[in-house]
Structures are given as C-alpha cells and as structure tokens.
C-alpha cells in the first residue's frame, strides 16, 4: 500500500471509528458465538454417526477447544476426555499455526474465505504416552509413515515434519452464504465446507489408525520386549 492509499486507509478508519468498535463487539460475541455453537454441534453430530465410539470436547467459543479422537486410541483410563490420555487425537485450529504464518486479527475471519489464515483440523500425537519416544525418534517414524501412507496427502492433508504431524485446511465459508444463513437463522446450512473436511477426515482416519496403532507396537511393546532380554 503506497503511502497516499495509507492515509485515505487511516482516514476512513477514523471517520468510521464508533462502527468498528460495534463491529468488534459482534464479531466476537454474539455472532461468532452462534456460529462456534453450530460448528460444537455439527462435528459431534457427525461423529455420533461413525463407527466405533468417539469421545472428544466441544466447546469452541468458550476455550477455543474442538479435539475428539476413537476409543481405540485411550492410553489411559479415565471417564472424562483429555487429549493426554490418548494416544493421538484431532483437533480444529489454524493454519498459521501449523506454518508460522499470518494470523487473522478475528478468529471469525479465519472460519471465513480470506487471504490471511484459515482453518484446519489437525492429526496431533500425545507423545509421553508412547514409552520409549523422542521428539526426533517421533518426527522419523512419521516421515517413513507419510511415505508409507501417500494417500494421506493425496486426500488433501499437509504433513508438517517439524512436529511429525498433519493437517487439513478446510475451504473458508463463502461470506455472502454466511451472510444469507445468518440472516435466516439457519447458520448451520453454511457448514459444506466443514462436512467437506469431515468426510475426508473420515476418508483418512484408517491410515491415522494404522499409523497410531504401529507406534504403540515400535514404542511400547517392542520397547518393553527389548527391555525385558
């Protein structure tokens, strides 16, 4: 932005101070509260119609936390669900984070088409639930798994070796379809974007099963069998 566009930037801020900070008040409550609620809700639907039985949390706006994960994968037992009792889990954030990149100034605008960040669900281990595994031990044994397992990126997943991990950005909602939602009171139906991800979420998860499941044998089992000669 050149210096003379800067100015005419700053100046139609100024003259349109008291409207930005009621649009701050909205875009981080009231609006993107309702949509948060119906983000919780359309996830935990969705997983409440897969196979096998799913636990996870739901609660977006309170404490930014979406993260859920199979039974299969609990290392340890306990009634309510943390991410440090599994195995692995997934889980909805940015992809700034994953990148170090820009990050947005509202997280609304993040869920939304933009040019800055966008939304991802994650495929995170918990790794001190794997008994004999460093943080280098960890990022080779998913580098030869991502390998193994093309299809993960073929579906759309980005594997991040700095943290042996993977993510999946998902497509911002179209803001003239959210508008048209909101209005009618019917955000939910803004969602495709999500239900995309969470069909090819559902797509990859048998490699994610295969890859958690050769873990617990290379870093418990074999472990414990060496330790045991």
Not at 16 to 21: F, H, K, R, T
Not at 34 to 46: A, F, G, Q, R, S
Not at 131 to 143: E, P, Q, S, V
Not at 170 to 178: E, H, Q, S
């Amino acid at each position: 932005m050149t210096l003379k566009a800067n100015k005419k930037a700053i100046a139609l801020i100024i003259e349109n101070i008291q409207y930005l900070e009621q649009a701050k008040k909205l875009v981080e409550g009231e609006v993107y509260e309702e949509l948060c609620t119906v983000i919780d809700n359309k996830v935990k639907d969705y997983l409440e119609n897969l196979e096998h039985e799913w636990n996870g949390t739901f609660s977006f706006y309170e404490d930014g936390t979406i993260q859920f994960a199979p039974e299969s994968w609990r290392a340890k037992n306990e009634q309510e669900f943390k991410h440090q009792q599994f195995y692995a889990r997934y889980f909805l954030g940015c992809e700034s984070q994953e990148t170090g990149g820009d990050c947005t100034e509202w997280w609304l605008t993040t869920f939304l088409k933009n040019d800055v960040d966008y939304m991802v669900f994650n495929f995170y281990p918990w790794r001190d639930n794997y008994l004999k595994c460093t943080a280098k031990d960890w990022k080779m044994f998913t580098t030869e798994k991502n390998q193994i397992h093309p299809e993960i990126e073929q579906l759309g997943f980005k594997y991040n070796a700095k943290e042996g991990s993977w993510y999946l950005v998902i497509d911002g909602i179209d803001p003239t379809v959210f508008i048209e939602n909101y209005e009618s009171e019917t955000l939910e139906d803004a969602l495709s974007p999500f239900e995309t991800a969470l069909d090819i979420l559902k797509q990859a998860h048998s490699y994610f099963d295969a890859i958690v499941k050769a873990a617990i044998e290379k870093f418990n089992i074999e472990s414990n069998a060496g330790d045991e000669h």
